[in-house]
T-cell receptor, first 111, second 112 residues
Framework: GQQLNQSPQSMFIQEGEDVSMNCTSS?????WLWYKQDPGEGPVLLIA?????ELTSNGRLTAQFGITRKDSFLNISASIPSDVGIYFC???????????FGTGTRLKVLA | NAGVTQTPKFRVLKTGQSMTLLCAQD?????MYWYRQDPGMGLRLIHY???????AKGEVPDGYNVSRLKKQNFLLGLESAAPSQTSVYFC???????????FGPGTRLLVL
């Protein structure tokens, strides 16, 4: 099945550092979503992006919808220990109710 | 308001056995989804429903069936379980016109 290319696969960073991750696709998406998943839990929506070029923030998180509609990135500034988890991007295929998920970026924050 | 709940939380099956996973939501959402999550694969859509009485195939529907007899419930069935169906299964729901999917806590299934 179709999946998004998400990178990096994993990151180990020091507390206080900034983090950047991205997703790319061969398909155009109408919507980009970024989720966080804690161990043993379901994903929780962090940011939703609806238009090409859109830049949206949620606290220390900032995400952008790529101009080509085929990519998106998520930045986390001044990371803290509770940022640990797996971050997923997801895109909505035009004309469908389906969402394609990225393979995830596993983030570990060292205090 | 419990959100999205899934039953059971964990199950072990033998190859060839059947079972049904239940997803329930109390948010009056029209859309419901079943995903499976495997290591390094992200979430893959199995089946989804855009309303009571309607279902559609996702990316990986083979070996699964679903039913949406009531708006609040979405059932995922495995008729004859195979080891390849060992996974964590997530249900999600969303309201009409919203991209926000609310996920359940997951069901861990092990097929021996």
């Amino acid at each position: 099945g179709q999946q998004l290319n998400q990178s990096p696969q994993s990151m180990f960073i020091q507390e206080g550092e900034d983090v950047s991750m991205n997703c790319t696709s061969s398909s155009i998406f109408n919507t980009w979503l970024w989720y966080k998943q804690d161990p043993g839990e379901g994903p929780v929506l962090l940011i939703a992006l609806y238009k090409a070029g859109e830049l949206t923030s949620n606290g220390r998180l900032t995400a952008q919808f790529g101009i080509t509609r085929k990519d998106s990135f998520l930045n986390i500034s001044a990371s803290i220990p509770s940022d640990v988890g797996i971050y997923f991007c997801a895109g909505n295929l035009p004309g469908t109710y389906k969402y394609i998920f990225g393979t995830g970026t596993r983030l570990k924050v060292l205090a | 308001n419990a959100g999205v709940t899934q039953t059971p939380k964990f199950r072990v099956l033998k190859t060839g056995q059947s079972m049904t996973l239940l997803c329930a939501q109390d948010m009056n959402h029209e859309y419901m989804y079943w995903y499976r999550q495997d290591p390094g694969m992200g979430l893959r859509l199995i089946h989804y429903s855009v309303g009571e009485g309607t279902t559609a195939k996702g990316e990986v529907p083979d070996g699964y069936n679903v039913s949406r007899l009531k708006k609040q419930n979405f059932l995922l069935g495995l008729e004859s379980a195979a080891p390849s169906q060992t996974s964590v299964y997530f249900c999600a729901s969303a309201s009409t016109g919203s991209e926000t999917q609310y996920f359940g806590p997951g069901t861990r299934l092990l097929v021996l």
